[in-house]
């Protein structure tokens, strides 16, 4: 029994309880944060890279290099669009669509106008897909899963009814050199890809937009009360996102020589997966280009392993399924910890 009339039982226990708990919560933390961890994924990379080099021997090969690249170049395209969308606070389903469209568009006007021409209308068109969508989610409020789930619907029907729902040979000269030429040995399309992803980086990073896209997934009534027009900023995200699936199907039209309303199918669950695995958080205001670059690869790199393999497409699926459920799981537990350890530092 102390002086104050509680024995000595009633308070160092508790206290030491707490004290413990607040301690494994700050090291969770520090875990989370740590560098180690942050980079996770591009030491599960250069890990994979180095597998692929002893499962396959020509994985190497620079032309194999650079199949990986030029293949997986549109979807890295939609991507980058998607990954300031998700920064953004934004979701869109209606990417694949919007592809299918930009395809059959793109073949059917190179027929009637120039080239040059047709690819601006075609890029025209996708932006005020994307615009369409932006409006539904901010100015209806129709959450953004719904709404890009519908005009995924209603874009891929217009796709089959522009196409008549048959694929469009498109046969003017040079279209072709956008999807399988060379420049200095280097695919074109790898070489749009590595623009865009430039030009994405630096408007993240360096540029009141990516500020403000960036603030506004983070806290979208923080961001108001500052001042940010939030709604603008998500539309231009919808918007972005648009252009690059619409940039996309026209390189995907260019590399196969026709058009098809079909072309687009697999490209919205492959684009999520790629900017989630990349790091980037399906609640918004984390992410950035550099880490969907690392997503891209990764993934491209999955696949090129598994064709080598022989596996079927249905395994490709269920893979690329299983690493978005990871990646989803680990973006969740990720946060709960940080969240876990903020509360243990106040």
């Given at each position: 029994m102390s002086a104050d009339g509680t024995t000595t039982l009633e308070r160092p226990v508790p206290a030491a309880r707490e004290d413990a708990r607040r301690s494994g919560q700050r090291l969770l933390g520090g875990l989370v944060n740590s560098?180690?961890?942050?980079?996770g994924t591009v030491w599960f990379l250069l890990l994979l890279v180095v597998l692929a080099g002893l499962?396959?021997?020509?994985?190497?090969?620079?032309?194999?290099?650079?199949?990986?690249?030029?293949?997986?170049?549109?979807?890295?395209l939609i991507a980058v669009g998607m990954t300031f969308a998700m920064i953004g606070g934004g979701f869109d389903l209606s990417v694949g669509a919007v592809a299918a469209v930009s395809s059959v568009t793109v073949a059917k006007l190179t027929a009637s106008v120039g080239l040059p021409q047709a690819v601006g209308l075609t890029l025209l068109v996708a932006a005020g897909l994307g615009l369409l969508n932006g409006l539904?989610?901010?100015?209806?409020?129709?959450?953004?899963?719904?709404?890009?789930?519908?005009?995924?619907?209603?874009?891929?029907?217009?796709?089959?009814?522009?196409?008549?729902?048959?694929?469009?040979?498109v046969t003017?000269?040079?279209?072709?050199?956008?999807?399988?030429?060379?420049v200095g040995g280097v695919p074109v399309s790898v070489w749009i890809l590595a623009v865009v992803f430039a030009i994405g980086a630096l408007a993240l990073w360096g540029t009141v937009f990516g500020h403000c896209t960036y603030a506004v997934g983070g806290n979208r009534e923080a961001a108001r009360l500052a001042g940010i027009r939030v709604d603008l900023v998500q539309v231009v995200g919808y918007v972005v996102v648009a252009l690059?699936?619409?940039?996309?199907?026209?390189?995907?039209?260019?590399?196969?020589?026709v058009g098809q309303a079909d072309v687009g199918s697999d490209m919205t669950l492959d684009a999520i997966t790629?900017?989630?695995?990349?790091?980037?958080?399906?609640?918004g205001g984390e992410g950035s280009v550099w880490r969907t670059g690392v997503g891209l690869l990764l993934l491209g790199v999955i696949i090129n392993v598994a064709d080598f393999q022989g596996w079927s497409g249905q395994l490709e699926s269920i893979l690329k399924g299983c690493v978005l459920l990871t990646a989803v799981g680990l973006d969740v537990l990720t946060r709960r910890l940080r969240a876990r350890a903020g509360a243990a530092s106040t």
């Open positions: 560098p180690l961890t942050r980079l499962l396959y021997p020509g994985f190497y090969d620079s032309g194999n290099l650079r199949n990986i690249l030029s293949q997986n170049a549109p979807i890295g539904l989610v901010t100015r209806l409020s129709i959450n953004p899963f719904v709404a890009t789930l519908g005009t995924a619907s209603i874009y891929s029907g217009a796709a089959y009814l522009i196409s008549d729902s048959q694929p469009i040979v003017v000269p040079h279209f072709q050199w956008l999807g399988q030429g060379l690059m699936a619409g940039l996309a199907g026209v390189l995907l039209t260019s590399r196969l020589g790629i900017v989630v695995v990349g790091g980037t958080s399906l609640f």
